[in-house]
């Protein structure tokens, strides 16, 4: 049985996108499909006039790390690496300039943590960890960002912080963001919202 049936989406820079659903409902499929992680099994995906999945495994790898930002529940730092260290992962693929580095760093004073920039991830804490995957995501400035639960694992006061650096940073580099959630209280701060029931996507009209 597919997991998502009659899905059709298409959103402009800019644009910030929630959706909702039950554990199962296909939420984190539909994140796989739109990051290039996984092929749909029919239909087309694009990004900027691309279809990622006509691409090689070298070309395909190339245009994810470029184009498309990602962040989870869970934080996934390096652990042996410090926070500069780890925002500039995605840059570490290829030949990159000064001016990456300057990006990075820009991006880490933006999430308040330049003077944690030399620190090891066990050195900070769950909110902290996380605004430095939000930065890592940002570093290559992609046309996409997309996020898993980013505020999953974090308290009130740090999701709130993560909440406005997200909209923050994205709106500053005029990304699509589209995130998976289960909290009402985070995905009632988006302006396009989608319910996932019964593998299809159903638009929430606003209440205003």
Same mark, same amino acid.
């Given at each position: 049985?597919? !997991? @998502? ?5 298409? *959103?402009? =820079? ?19 499909? @739109?990051? +290039? ?7 087309? %995906?694009? @990004? ?5 999945? /006509? ?6 790898? +190339?245009?994810?790390?470029?184009? %498309?930002?990602?962040? *989870?529940?869970?934080?996934? $730092?390096?652990?042996?690496?410090? !926070?500069? #260290?780890?925002?500039? /992962? =995605? ?7 000064? #001016? %990456?580095? &300057?990006? &990075? ?22 909110? #902290? ?8 995501? @940002? ?17 009130? &006061?740090?999701? #709130? ?15 699509? $963001? %589209? !995130? ?6 985070? &995905? ?5 919202? *989608?319910?996932? /029931? ?11």
């Amino acid at each position: 049985m597919p !997991v @998502l049936a009659g899905v059709s989406l298409s *959103f402009a =820079p800019g644009d910030a996108v929630a959706i909702m659903g039950p554990s199962g409902s296909g939420k984190s499929t539909l994140l796989y499909l @739109l990051g +290039a992680l996984e092929p749909p099994t029919s239909g087309t %995906i694009t @990004l900027n006039g691309t279809n990622p999945f /006509v691409l090689g495994a070298r070309d395909l790898a +190339a245009f994810r790390n470029r184009e %498309i930002g990602f962040v *989870f529940q869970d934080h996934c $730092l390096l652990p042996q690496c410090s !926070v500069l #260290e780890n925002v500039l /992962v =995605p840059a570490m693929v290829g030949a990159e300039d000064r #001016e %990456i580095e &300057a990006h &990075a760093r820009g991006l880490v004073e933006q999430v308040g943590l330049s003077h944690r920039i030399t620190h090891l991830p066990g050195q900070l804490s769950g909110g #902290e960890k996380q605004r430095v995957a939000l930065a890592r995501a @940002l570093v290559r400035r992609p046309r996409l960002l997309l996020c898993d639960e980013p505020t999953g694992n974090l308290d009130r &006061a740090s999701a #709130e912080a993560v909440r406005s650096l997200l909209f923050a940073l994205q709106q500053k580099q005029n990304a699509i $963001l %589209i !995130v998976v959630t289960h909290s009402q209280e985070l &995905a009632s701060r988006f302006p396009i919202r *989608f319910d996932l /029931v019964d593998r299809r996507l159903q638009r929430v009209e606003s209440a205003s």
